[in-house]
């Protein structure tokens, strides 16, 4: 009896390593390859987070003169202000190549994104305005839209003076790109080795 069993548990097991083996095979093929995983668009949302938004408090002011008969007439304008200007990375000139394990991403400097006026700081009393001489006039509108322009001009001049802030937004970058770069690599079982180009943010 026992020598009629050996054949059925020979059988038995080699169906066991058989269907073991195809088991295996399926789920290495459903394993995205390495190269494949890293997403550029994903990695432009990273950039996106790295986002700094930066809040300046100023005053800008706007001064016309006008000669009336034998005098001089003037109107000068002021506004004080607050602002948002938002430094981050242009992600249109982010680039990204895969060969093996090294991943060469092309990451541009940071740059001012956008720069506006928060309109909920000013009210009347934000504006102050002086007029001098007999027929200088009132503040008109065309007045404060230029000293409303002035006022952004010279945010975004400060801004873009700023070395630290323009530094820590592409460092921030950086380290969320490599953050996604490493849990890419843990959850497809691969160490990659993260190489930099920078590109020039005026390209």
């Not at 038995?12 to 390593?17: A, F, G, M, R």
């Not at 987070?49 to 034998?70: D, G, R, V």
């Not at 242009?90 to 720069?115: E, H, Q, R, W, Y």
Request: with cysteine.
């Amino acid at each position: 009896m026992k020598k009629n069993l050996l054949p059925g548990i020979a059988t038995l097991l080699l169906l066991i390593c058989v269907t073991a083996a195809g088991c295996g095979s399926k789920q290495e093929a459903s394993k995205p390859q390495a190269s494949e995983a890293l997403d550029l668009g994903q990695m432009q949302s990273v950039c996106e987070l790295a986002t700094l938004e930066c809040y300046y408090h100023n005053t800008a002011k706007s001064t016309s003169t006008k000669p009336i008969l034998f005098w001089n007439t003037s109107k000068k304008l002021w506004i004080e202000y607050s602002g948002i200007v938002k430094i981050g990375i242009d992600i249109s000139k982010l680039s990204m190549d895969v060969k093996g394990n090294v991943v060469t991403i092309a990451l541009p400097d940071a740059k001012i994104l956008s720069c506006k006026v928060d309109e909920t700081s000013l009210s009347k009393d934000t504006f102050y305005s002086e007029s001098k001489g007999i027929g200088a006039g009132k503040i008109t509108a065309e007045d404060q839209s230029q000293a409303f322009a002035e006022a952004q001009e010279n945010m975004l001049k400060e801004a873009q003076k700023d070395d630290t802030l323009l530094f820590q937004a592409k460092e921030r970058a950086k380290t969320l790109l490599l953050n996604y770069v490493k849990n890419i690599g843990d959850a497809v079982g691969t160490v990659y080795e993260v190489q930099w180009e920078t590109v020039s943010a005026e390209n």
